[in-house]
């Protein structure tokens, strides 16, 4: 066989692989957005999941702890959530997953800044109130503070989507979700009252 027969036989089988593995991506994705969207990971959780939530990156984190995250799901929708004291709570043994609970005045926007996690997902959720949320892919933000792992942040500059995060919907916010919470919806911004799960990344 001459280099030019091994040349075009080696085209066509690198075609067949890359074709192989485009369609194993498209059949994983519309795995997940259907698993998503048919809902029962949610077990009768009543407030909805924002529009926002990456959902390949939620199916793939779900699937390798579920007993996790129903141990997560399960608070956000304890029916005495509202009536929960400002401070940790431990939904694990060691530091899988915590909740934070606390009460502050949401920032203008200037006094604001996009963050990103390395070591958690963030599940939020505004248990009263409301605030802006700003949103953003974190490979096209500028980084303004480099990560440091004593803190699992990093802050940015961006171009972000901005939603109005309100007590019927939660957020969850990926290693890849550059997130910018915390910003006055209006001009007389009133108290908020915030949970804050935080999820180990897997």
């Keep these: 066989m001459d280099m030019k027969a091994r040349f075009l036989l080696f085209l066509i089988f690198s075609g067949i692989i890359c074709l192989a593995a485009f369609q194993a991506h498209s059949q994983s994705q519309a795995t997940a957005r259907h698993w998503f969207a048919e809902g029962s990971w949610r077990s009768n959780l009543h407030i909805k999941p924002s529009s926002t939530i990456d959902v390949i990156a939620f199916y793939q984190q779900y699937h390798r702890n579920p007993a996790l995250w129903s141990k997560v799901l399960a608070f956000l929708n304890r029916p005495d959530l509202q009536t929960l004291d400002t401070g940790t709570y431990h939904l694990t043994e060691g530091d899988s997953a915590y909740a934070v609970i606390s009460t502050y005045i949401p920032k203008p926007m200037d006094q604001t800044r996009f963050e990103s996690h390395r070591k958690y997902i963030d599940v939020q959720y505004v248990m009263q109130g409301k605030e802006k949320i700003g949103i953003a892919d974190v490979t096209k933000a500028k980084i303004t503070e480099p990560y440091r792992a004593d803190k699992d ?10 939603v109005t995060a309100t ?12 997130h910018r919470p915390g910003i ?16 180990r990344v897997l």
């Design 184 to 199: 006055a919806a209006d001009d007389h911004p009133q108290p908020v009252k915030k949970l804050v799960i935080k999820v």
């Design 153 to 162: 942040v990093a802050h940015y500059e961006a171009m972000g989507t901005y």
């Design 167 to 178: 007590p019927d919907v939660f957020f969850i916010f990926f290693p890849t979700n550059a």
